[in-house]
């Protein structure tokens, strides 16, 4: 098991991304792939010291990574946190892969008592 | 959506008859129950759960969690086909839903008023916030 509470790795990704401004820094930083808090900030309705802030946030749930070149920070995403979702998904399916083909054997033995 | 599971089956039996068997719960998993009933008991190894839905012989829906797990909500929809029934599952994380879908409107909604609203909206809070 990679992560040993998933639970709070997902409650840490999704409450960095209940804020709309996080989102759009977020979405930003995705289409950018690196960039400075001062670069963004010029971006967004909001000031360079509330974008260092919310970067933080998300640094903090795993979504972001920094990068020191020079003297400027650059912020970049990291999508790996969102994969706990994957990793749910891929277990869960493959749970109700096992219970559906159990469904099937399980009404299978009626098909051959019928007539 | 990311926060959905959906699989499906399709037998040949009637709805009627694949709804009884969803009462035989070995199907579910090993020691396990299930009462079709709204409010009915769900029972399956480790996991425990209620029955929100029950509308034989077309939909079952009920939350389920394991100890320690966040509760799961799972939707067991029967389709009547021209000959037979399809069964489809999908399981959600309510709360990956919900944030789901406060995304879908904040990046998809290019037109409309969405956009102002949600960047004025959020601006609000920051002020607050960066102190």
Not at chain 1, 83 to 93: R, T, Y
Not at chain 1, 98 to 115: E, F, I, K, T
């Given at each position: 098991?990679?992560?040993?509470?998933?639970?709070?790795?997902?409650?840490?990704?999704?409450?960095?991304?209940?804020?709309?401004?996080?989102?759009?820094?977020?979405?930003?930083?995705?289409?950018?792939?690196?960039?400075?808090?001062?670069?963004?900030?010029?971006?967004?309705?909001?000031?360079?010291?509330?974008?260092?802030?919310?970067?933080?946030?998300?640094?903090?749930?795993?979504?972001?990574?920094?990068?020191?070149?020079?003297?400027?920070?650059?912020?970049?995403?990291?999508?790996?946190?969102?994969?706990?979702?994957?990793?749910?998904?891929?277990?869960?399916?493959?749970?109700?892969d096992?219970?559906?083909?159990?469904?099937?054997?399980?009404?299978?033995?009626?098909?051959?008592?019928?007539? | 959506?990311?926060?959905?599971?959906?699989?499906?089956?399709?037998?040949?039996?009637?709805?009627q008859?694949?709804?009884?068997?969803?009462?035989?719960?070995?199907?579910?998993?090993?020691?396990?129950a299930?009462?079709l009933?709204?409010?009915?008991?769900?029972?399956a190894?480790?996991?425990?759960?209620?029955?929100?839905?029950a509308?034989?012989?077309?939909r079952?829906?009920?939350?389920?969690?394991?100890?320690?797990?966040e509760?799961?909500?799972?939707?067991?929809?029967?389709?009547?086909?021209?000959?037979?029934?399809?069964?489809?599952?999908?399981?959600?994380?309510?709360?990956?839903?919900l944030?789901?879908?406060?995304?879908?409107?904040e990046?998809?909604?290019?037109?409309g008023?969405?956009?102002?609203?949600?960047?004025?909206?959020?601006?609000?809070?920051?002020?607050?916030?960066?102190?």
């Open positions: 098991m990679p992560a040993a509470h998933p639970v709070d790795a997902a409650d840490a990704v999704f409450g960095a991304l209940s804020d709309s401004t996080r989102r759009a820094l977020y979405a930003l930083l995705g289409q950018r792939g690196e960039a400075t808090a001062t670069d963004l900030a010029r971006e967004l309705p909001v000031s360079r010291q509330a974008v260092q802030k919310h970067l933080g946030t998300l640094a903090g749930a795993g979504l972001v990574a920094t990068r020191r070149s020079g003297r400027e920070v650059l912020y970049r995403p990291t999508p790996g946190p969102m994969s706990e979702a994957l990793e749910w998904m891929a277990e869960v399916g493959s749970q109700w096992d219970r559906l083909a159990a469904l099937d054997r399980q009404l299978a033995r009626g098909r051959s008592l019928s007539p | 959506m990311e926060h959905t599971v959906e699989r499906e089956l399709t037998v040949p039996e009637e709805a008859e694949v709804w009884r068997s969803l009462a035989e719960p070995e199907w579910l998993g090993e020691d396990a299930i009462e009933r709204e409010a009915g008991e769900v029972h190894g480790e996991r425990d759960g209620f029955v929100e839905e509308d034989a012989p077309r079952l829906v009920f939350w389920w969690s394991a100890p320690a797990e509760a799961t909500r799972v939707e067991i929809d029967l389709d009547e086909l021209d000959e037979g029934t399809r069964v489809r599952v999908t399981e959600s994380r309510p709360l990956a839903i944030d789901g879908r406060d995304l879908a409107i990046f998809g909604g290019a037109g008023g969405a956009g102002p609203v949600a960047s004025g909206a959020a601006a609000v809070p920051l002020v607050g916030a960066s102190r």
